[in-house]
């Protein structure tokens, strides 16, 4: 296993054409994804966190700047190779219909198997741990199409861990889960990356949580750029506390990481 970091982004810029032309979400990218360890992303709405996982997913083009998986060029990998390095979660919801929870995790091993391959005993084996380790086992007869937004959030985490990448990109994993689902999310997969050595990047608005259970947070600011550290690093150099309390009404305390509302007399 290489010493280099599993992805390494270098002078990257990233954006979206538009009507009026190229827009620059973020310029200029330097940084790097550790394997073992968890990051979250945070950022306002509209900042580009989405943009930047689409990009190191490969769905959307490159601005400039390089994206190198395992030290090979990210555009030089093929789509069934892609597949078998980078397990992706997105928060769009999976167009699938006349389809079991044990189906749809099922189809996280098409990149061993092929669209229509036959699972084999370690395949099985590897979506019935995913599906054990995620909770899901009482909803896995269930139809994608008659789960809640969190339970079907649940499945396509499972999934993900079912396709057994060493990377893990995941947008948004806790939107649709209750408090206490989403501690139990962020803490499951901060296990997952150390104990199975995966390096699992993720973006949330859960920022109070994230800086209680991230390894590292990348910080992206319209005005900073992207700062990056591990959450005492940035609220040491006051970067958590500019980005928080920018709206007012809220304060920020560096040493607990937790964030306080201000009341009105």
Request: with cysteine.
């Given at each position: ?120 005993d370690a395949d099985r084996k590897a979506c019935s741990e995913a599906i054990s380790l995620i909770g899901i086992g009482h909803l896995k007869d269930r139809m994608v ?121």
């Amino acid at each position: 296993m290489s010493n280099e970091a599993p992805v390494v982004l270098r002078h990257l810029s990233i954006g979206y054409k538009t009507k009026q032309g190229i827009r620059v979400v973020a310029s200029d990218v330097t940084a790097n994804l550790q394997r073992g360890r968890l990051t979250c992303l945070l950022g306002e709405n509209g900042v580009g966190k989405s943009t930047l996982l689409r990009t190191l997913s490969a769905f959307q083009p490159k601005l400039s700047g390089d994206i190198l998986l395992e030290s090979r060029p990210l555009e030089n990998y093929s789509d069934h190779e892609l597949a078998r390095t980078i397990g992706i979660v997105l928060t769009e919801k999976p167009d699938v219909q006349q389809m079991s929870v044990a189906e749809l995790v099922e189809m996280g091993r098409t990149p061993y198997t092929g669209f229509w391959g036959r699972l084999t005993d370690a395949d099985r084996k590897a979506c019935s741990e995913a599906i054990s380790l995620i909770g899901i086992g009482h909803l896995k007869d269930r139809m994608v199409e008659t789960l809640s937004d969190g339970e079907r959030q649940k499945v396509m985490i499972a999934k993900a861990l079912a396709q057994q990448t060493p990377i893990i990109y995941l947008d948004e994993p806790t939107a649709f889960l209750d408090y206490p689902s989403k501690v139990e999310m962020l803490l499951l997969l901060r296990s997952i990356s150390r104990q199975a050595q995966k390096t699992i990047f993720l973006s949330t608005h859960d920022l109070e949580l994230a800086l209680q259970v991230a390894d590292t947070v990348w910080l992206m600011d319209r005005r900073e750029g992207l700062q990056i550290g591990t959450p005492h690093e940035l609220a040491a150099q006051g970067a958590l506390r500019q980005f928080i309390e920018r709206g007012g009404g809220v304060a920020f305390d560096a040493e607990t990481l937790s964030v306080r509302v201000l009341s009105h007399a």
